[in-house]
């Protein structure tokens, strides 16, 4: 890898900028977290929606053709009325949505990727896949990390999971070449883990915690799912959003699961 960018929030960027690059698309609290556990847990894609009556009639559509659907999403982080799930990971057991398709909307995490469009390829990105993540863009030439932010402004998780990301660029590709966002994201990445690895978890949690996402989920009585966002490497599954549909899948999904269009 040449070239690791950081963009700290969607509007920092114009789409003429990401045109054909790789992109990860980072909403640590708490759509990307989300996205990584129910395909870990056996969803066979996850189709992101801008707009509540969108993924409404996308999730009738599918399951006017047979196919078995979850309408899931949050506004302002709580659940939508009417959906079968909010956004919190612990919702997305294996029991739930396992052979699911999920119609999704949120707050940030979607419109993150709806700036995105042009992209050469789309990922989301989370502590819980981190690894994975970096292995799915590592041959890559050029990537960059676009962080959702918290209602319009940077908030602190999105920019520790870049700076972490940052760090597997720079520990593989020494000569990788950061934007100034991007050595800003690994700076408070290296500060917080500066006490070794026994105490990261720890250091996460809190660090997000004080986040506006995070006091804002606390506020909402879901220390847990920050908790949770925190876990590193818990999940080994990748989530790509394939460009010809729209659909969120880890890149070993099976061709019958790709087949599921966004305009079925």
Not at 160 to 182: I, K, M, S, V, Y
Request: hydrophobic share 40%; net charge negative; proline share 3%.
């Amino acid at each position: 890898m040449e070239r690791f960018d950081v963009i700290m929030l969607p509007t920092l960027s114009h789409p003429h900028e990401l045109a054909g690059k790789t992109i990860v698309v980072a909403d640590v609290l708490r759509a990307t977290t989300t996205i990584a556990t129910a395909l870990k847990n056996g969803a066979t894609a996850v189709l992101p929606c801008l707009e509540t009556g969108e993924a409404k009639n996308l999730a009738t559509q599918h399951r006017q053709a047979g196919t078995k659907t979850l309408l899931a999403g949050e506004r302002r982080g709580l659940p939508i009325q009417g959906f079968d799930l909010g956004n919190s990971p612990y919702e997305y057991t294996a029991n739930v949505v396992k052979d699911c398709l999920i119609v999704f909307t949120t707050t940030n995490g979607t419109k993150a990727m709806m700036s995105c469009v042009g992209a050469g390829r789309i990922l989301t990105g989370a502590f819980v896949n981190l690894s994975a993540t970096w292995r799915a863009i590592a041959g890559d030439r050029e990537a960059t990390i676009v962080c959702a932010g918290t209602d319009g402004e940077i908030t602190a998780e999105d920019v520790f999971f870049a700076g972490a990301a940052a760090d597997r660029a720079t520990l593989a590709h020494p000569e990788c070449q950061l934007n100034d966002q991007a050595q800003l994201a690994l700076a408070a990445w290296q500060r917080l883990r500066h006490d070794g690895p026994a105490n990261l978890h720890d250091n996460l949690v809190r660090a997000l915690l004080d986040s506006k996402g995070g006091q804002n989920l606390s506020a909402l009585g879901h220390e847990s799912d920050v908790s949770m966002a925190a876990e590193l490497d818990t999940m080994d599954v990748a989530a790509e959003l394939d460009l010809s549909n729209w659909l969120i899948q880890s890149p070993t999904a099976t061709q019958s699961q790709s087949t599921i269009s966004k305009s079925e």
